[in-house]
């Protein structure tokens, strides 16, 4: 086994502390999961760059390690806020605004998700796996990533649509960020497809050339 798992719990140990006893700066932050949300960022966008491109290939090498601090970084976030819209107000017994209600239904919905994603990011359980099993349960990252998306905008919304200066730049952030991963991972999508099709042409094209020559 690898040092994953010592590294991740003793990561866990000190963000809780932190987010526990954490000062007014420090606190906030944690709760919103801003720093969480910021390695995610990181781990969607490794996926839109090209493998020739040198930053792709230093990132991937730790692309499972930033994605288990992601996981671990939104514990708090998942503790604070949990414990408030599904504890306190009870959010299926109507008791929230039907914009945060849902919203914290796809917040449930990300974190079963996001949870067989954390297990089999670390090594030693991929290890384990079939690779064409691991890639299937790893694709449903981009379904974890849209449901943070919509998680995000729903909280975010009222308070943009109230005046919140503050909750309008968050809300044009999240939205340009989004956008942009979107059309670039769809850009290398077409790419590797358009890759792949010529590369089919020209087998077939040298299998074509090799059996009029062989006739």
């Not at 107000?89 to 079963?112: C, D, E, H």
């Not at 340009?176 to 010529?198: C, E, G, N, Q």
Request: aromatic letters at 14%; one cysteine or more; hydrophobic letters at 55%.
């Amino acid at each position: 086994m690898s040092l994953q798992l010592p590294a991740t719990f003793f990561i866990y140990t000190e963000f809780m502390q932190v987010f526990r006893r954490g000062s007014g700066i420090v606190r906030p932050p944690a709760q919103k999961n801003v720093l969480g949300f910021s390695f995610f960022a990181v781990v969607m966008f490794i996926g839109v760059l090209s493998e020739r491109n040198q930053l792709y290939k230093s990132l991937l090498a730790i692309r499972a390690e930033l994605s288990i601090i992601a996981c671990i970084l939104s514990v708090g976030h998942i503790i604070a806020f949990g414990s408030i819209y599904l504890v306190q107000t009870n959010v299926f017994a109507g008791a929230l605004p039907w914009m945060y209600a849902v919203a914290t239904i796809f917040a449930l919905l990300a974190v079963i998700l996001m949870v067989p994603l954390l297990i089999t990011s670390f090594k030693w359980v991929r290890a384990k796996m079939a690779p064409t099993t691991w890639k299937r349960l790893q694709r449903t990252s981009y379904v974890f990533y849209m449901f943070v998306f919509i998680h995000l905008l729903l909280f975010i919304g009222p308070s943009s649509l109230a005046g919140s200066a503050n909750a309008t730049i968050t809300f044009v952030i999240y939205v340009a960020l989004f956008t942009v991963y979107t059309i670039l991972r769809v850009a290398k999508w077409v790419i590797s497809k358009d890759r792949i099709s010529k590369q089919q042409e020209m087998s077939v094209q040298n299998n074509e050339n090799l059996y009029e020559q062989s006739v």
